[in-house]
């Protein structure tokens, strides 16, 4: 019996339970061991056939099953594995995107325990790639996720960047020191990118598409990128999953849209928190 014919049976049997057809994780991991595919693999044809790997059950009717497929065959490169790419990891994760690239040179210490969803005791003084992978093994197996343990400078941000065909770059970076070298490196390499700068219960979030013959705008045109604001006003963890959560909905958007080929336009989102407030900026 073929793999989608043993497939299509499973989810026969659950299309009479749920009225759905969905294959189950025990299900996958059994044609995983019986056939040697990978579990990226299986949950890709298994897409291509109409057939619902049941975790992303809850994404529906939010996101269509034709969507769940265009971000399984999606690629992410998410730079900085701190507060922010550390949520920004489990949001992709949990919502299926095939393949991710992260990258992040720096060890964990006593304050990211306040807001960094990757950062435990255990993992104090080690390295934030280790923790991610660590993550990505007891969240999603079926991702294709890899990790670089070094700090980009200007140049190596281009070179991670044409590494792969990636379709949207994640700017995580902690301050906003190299967020200008991120912006001009994707604008090199004609990457659309989803950005968030966060400082007390503040916060910023774009998405900059890649236009050919258009200039791009990031936090770090205006904002600057001076000393760390957010080390003097502090970030607490509800504005680090706030803000995780706005970029993330922007990444599921733009990735979508990029696989349907439709124009993608530039978002700009301020919000507060204490006052509760979220404003689209317009320039």
């Known amino acids: 019996m073929s793999i989608i014919n043993q497939m299509q049976t499973y989810a026969q049997k659950n299309f009479e339970k749920h009225q759905r057809s969905f294959i189950s994780l025990k299900q996958l991991k059994s044609l995983a061991k019986s056939t040697g595919q990978s579990l990226k693999a299986l949950e890709l044809l298994a897409l291509r056939n109409k057939i619902l790997p049941e975790r992303y059950k809850r994404n529906l009717d939010i996101i269509s099953l034709e969507e769940q497929l265009l971000l399984k065959e999606s690629s992410v490169l998410l730079i900085g594995l701190g507060g922010l790419g550390g949520h920004c990891l489990d949001f992709l994760l949990r919502l299926g995107v095939g393949s991710i690239l992260a990258v992040d040179g720096d060890k964990f210490e006593e304050s990211n325990?306040?807001?960094?969803?990757?950062c435990t005791l255990g993992g104090l003084n080690k390295a934030k790639t280790d923790a991610a992978l660590k993550h990505a093994k007891k969240i999603n197996q079926a991702v294709d996720f890899k990790v670089i343990n070094q700090f980009l400078d200007a140049g190596s941000m281009y070179e991670v960047m044409q590494s792969q065909p990636f379709d949207l770059v994640i700017d995580a970076l902690g301050g906003l020191k190299n967020r200008m070298h991120l912006q001009q490196a994707a604008t090199k390499a004609k990457l659309n990118v989803v950005?968030?700068?966060?400082?007390?219960?503040?916060?910023?979030?774009?998405?900059?598409?890649?236009?050919?013959?258009?200039a791009t705008?990031?936090?770090?045109?205006?904002?600057?990128?001076?000393?760390?604001?957010?080390?003097?006003?502090?970030?607490?963890?509800?504005?680090?999953?706030?803000?995780?959560?706005?970029?993330l909905t922007f990444t599921q958007e733009a990735l979508i849209k990029k696989k349907k080929n439709e124009a993608l336009q530039a978002q700009y989102l301020i919000f507060d928190l204490k006052t509760q407030t979220l404003e689209k900026v317009k320039f």
């Open 195 to 214: 950005t968030g700068a966060i400082a007390g219960f503040s916060g910023y979030i774009s998405l900059v598409p890649f236009i050919a013959g258009e």
């Open 113 to 118: 325990l306040n807001r960094q969803l990757l």
């Open 217 to 247: 705008i990031n936090p770090a045109q205006f904002l600057g990128t001076s000393a760390n604001i957010e080390d003097k006003i502090g970030t607490p963890a509800p504005t680090v999953a706030f803000a995780a959560s706005l970029m």
